[in-house]
């Protein structure tokens, strides 16, 4: 039982280029989130996924897309990566309130 | 808008000594209530949490939290810290009932000195 896993765990990338970061749990847990944490800013919803099917705006939406593949995995994509989303990215998943977190992705943008 | 506030943001302890960290949030109705911890380099997980009954709440590795709604706070608190405890502690509150979606606070570094 691995809990919540990311990959990849770091990653530096040049302003403009993409990257799809993975997301995947084992629980059976309907609800996915993804958030970035900032020093001083805590962690700030960029989006999350209720269930199977659906996903919705976060606090902080903006360059990122998403998509809830099945019940198991949802990613996070940057179409065009910019400075200002150099962060630390972490999934999370519930089945009810309490949230179990992933490992979370270190990422760069140059 | 519903927020919760962490006032301290930097705490630095030496080992033994008592440990209080503020957490208050605005939101109307009845509320669940958690701590999060964070170690270095590692990810968050939970450490207590209330959502009924006994107001005190304990957690994980000597840490309690108490509820006070007429203060809208829930503080964390552990009698003698260890070196160990040095880690990010978020706060985190969402609506009974409701979304399951939580609001965090930004957070409160603690570090520990041996």
């Known amino acids: 039982n691995a809990g919540v896993t990311q990959t990849p765990k770091f990653q530096v990338l040049k302003t403009g280029q993409s990257m799809t970061l993975q997301c995947a749990q084992d629980m059976n847990h309907n609800s996915m989130y993804w958030y970035r944490q900032d020093p001083g800013m805590g962690l700030r919803l960029i989006y999350y996924s209720a269930s199977e099917g659906t996903t919705d705006k976060g606090e902080v939406p903006n360059g990122y897309n998403v998509s809830r593949l099945n019940k198991r995995e949802f990613s996070l994509r940057l179409e065009s990566a910019a400075p200002s989303q150099t962060s630390v990215y972490f999934c999370a998943s519930s089945i009810s309130y309490e949230q179990y977190f992933g490992p979370g992705t270190r990422l760069t943008v140059t | 808008a519903q927020s919760v506030s962490q006032h301290n943001h930097h705490v630095i302890l030496s080992e033994a000594a008592s440990l209080e960290l503020g957490c208050n949030y605005s939101y109307g109705g009845t509320v669940n209530l958690f701590w999060y911890v964070q170690y270095p380099g590692q990810h968050l997980q939970l450490l207590l949490k209330?959502?009924?009954?006994?107001?005190l709440v304990k957690g994980i590795k000597g840490f309690e939290a108490e509820f006070i709604k007429s203060k809208f706070s829930f503080n964390l608190r552990k009698p003698s810290v260890q070196w160990s405890d040095t880690a990010e502690y978020f706060c985190?509150?969402?609506?009974?009932?409701?979304?399951?979606?939580?609001?965090f606070g930004r957070g409160t570094s603690l570090i520990v000195h041996p």
């Open positions: 985190a509150v969402n609506l009974a009932g409701g979304s399951y979606i939580p609001t």
């Open positions: 209330y959502f009924s009954g006994d107001p």
